[in-house]
Nanobody, 123 residues
Framework: QVQLVESGGGLVQAGGSLRLSCAYSGRMLSAYAMGWFREAPGKEREFVATISGRGGGTYYTGSVKGRFTISRDNAKNTVYLQMNKLNPEDTAVYYC????????????????WGQGTQVTVSS
């Protein structure tokens, strides 16, 4: 059974940092690309970052480049999203997802999803 469980969300002031974690289990997910998406109130779910199964390739949406870093530790079956210089526009529910594709940016190409963790950035 595949499970993805996010943690690390919370309330932070603008300019602060948070590190999200996503623990995954089942179906050889260590070989899957892992992605982070976010969904703000009234907005569609949007791509944030993705990392290849071996961790060699990473891609980011433009608004988080230079501020967010995605990484993974396959020995711990965990993927991380380090978020620095947060601003109120980053407020959203953040979702972890797994894809058998090659680090896709489209949510429709992800096979498994976590339940999400809330990130709130106050001004």
């Amino acid at each position: 059974q595949v499970q993805l469980v996010e943690s690390g969300g919370g309330l932070v002031q603008a300019g602060g940092s948070l590190r999200l974690s996503c623990a995954y289990s089942g179906r050889m997910l260590s070989a899957y690309a892992m992605g982070w998406f976010r969904e703000a109130p009234g907005k569609e779910r949007e791509f944030v970052a993705t990392i290849s199964g071996r961790g060699g390739g990473t891609y980011y949406t433009g608004s988080v480049k230079g501020r967010f870093t995605i990484s993974r530790d396959n020995a711990k079956n965990t993927v991380y999203l380090q978020m620095n210089k947060l601003n109120p526009e980053d407020t959203a529910v953040y979702y972890c997802a797994a894809s058998s594709g090659s680090s896709p940016m489209a949510a429709s190409l992800y096979d498994y999803w976590g339940q999400g963790t809330q990130v709130t950035v106050s001004s």
